[in-house]
């Protein structure tokens, strides 16, 4: 098998936003596989968009010094509640029970 030629394929990904203050800077935060994807309505004014952007450069990728790591705790973390939540199960099982028994 020979090979006349290859030809790659593949997405382009580009951000287009307006920065109204250049001297400003910008914070770009990704990663959160948790959060849903927005939805803008930027297709509907695509003809607003100029033709010519200027092209701005990014820096070094950084961590975000104010993520943390939210964990959730579980609902009865002490196992005395689950003690208690099945004694009282049990003791209204019992006097339902003990109802039922005298009628």
Known sequence: MRLSGLKLKGNIFEIVARFDNPKLTYALYYGNDKTTTPSYDIANFEN?????????????????PAYSIITEKPLFENKAWLWVLMAVIIALLGWFSFKMLRN
């Open 48 to 64: 607003k968009i100029p033709k010519d952007l200027t092209f701005t450069a990014i820096g070094e990728e950084e961590k975000n």
